[in-house]
């Protein structure tokens, strides 16, 4: 499993992200695609990307009862992303049922990542309002064994984490970590940041990069320093 940026296609139209993607020349990078484009878009701008010569992590988390989630993932592997997510909360039985409804007939199937405990969730909102009593550090790295019990590929974490991660799932196990920071960028609304090397060092698979690159005055310059400084 190669290291690799993906950047968050953060965008409200297909106009913009073609605007934008149409910059890569050269290689052409790995892209996040969210609830946003998806929504406004449809399938359609997966198709577009793809035909495009991008890998694909659509970011969509799904979480329902394992049957509808078994058939929704049939429909986003035929879409031929290269990841997708759901939410580890959905239970065991779910992540199963999501494996099945992904794998295709010929046995492949998209990368599968689970989100643990999202970023914005803190302890005493977990306390408060899920009524999760455990440190939220432990509950995070109960969700990761369970993706891991249930066949997923890995996790999205902070980089913070991915260490820990890769210490109670195994080094296989792919953490793919948003909050990555350029040293002489700005933070904006991440808290807890990193950049592209020290992300490297503590053993992330995958970064997730949005406005560091897609605000960049020179985005494909921003791109490439990522993957200097990431994948070396
Ligand atoms: O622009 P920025 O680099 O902050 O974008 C990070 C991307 O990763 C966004 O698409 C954001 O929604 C996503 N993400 C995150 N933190 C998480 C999970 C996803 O920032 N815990």
């Known amino acids: 499993m190669g290291k690799d940026v993906i950047i968050a296609c953060d965008f409200a139209s297909a106009e913009q992200v073609f605007t934008f993607l149409d910059k890569f020349t050269g290689k052409k990078p790995f892209v996040k695609i969210g609830m946003e484009l ?31 989630v078994k058939k929704s993932m049939a429909v986003l592997s ?29 046995g492949t ?22 009524l999760i ?11 990761a064994s369970c993706a891991k019990k249930a066949g997923l590929d890995g996790v ?9 991660v890769h210490d109670t799932c195994g080094a296989g196990f792919l953490t793919v970590t948003p909050g990555v920071r350029f040293a002489d ?3 904006g609304d991440q808290k807890r940041v990193m950049t592209p090397a020290q992300a ?10 949005g406005r560091p690159i ?18 070396g």
């Open 109 to 130: 199937r998209p990368l599968l990542i689970a989100v643990t405990q999202l970023t914005s969730t803190d302890q005493e909102r977990m306390e408060s309002d899920l």
């Open 185 to 187: 960028g700005d933070v």
């Open 214 to 231: 897609t605000a960049a005055e020179d985005p494909v310059a921003a791109y490439e320093r990522c993957v200097r400084e990431f994948v």
């Open 133 to 143: 009593h455990e440190p939220i550090d432990k509950v995070v790295m109960h969700y």
């Open 78 to 106: 035929n879409l031929d992303v290269d990841m997708t997510n759901l939410h580890a909360a959905g239970t065991v039985s779910m992540m199963e049922a999501a494996i099945e409804g992904l794998t295709r007939p010929d």
């Open 200 to 209: 490297k060092e503590i053993g992330s698979d995958y970064i997730v990069v």
């Open 156 to 164: 999205v974490c902070s980089p913070l984490e991915a260490g820990k």
């Open 38 to 68: 998806f929504y406004a878009e449809g399938p359609q701008i997966v198709r577009e990307i793809k035909r495009r010569g991008h890998k694909i992590f659509l970011d969509l988390k799904l979480h329902d009862i394992p049957n509808t």
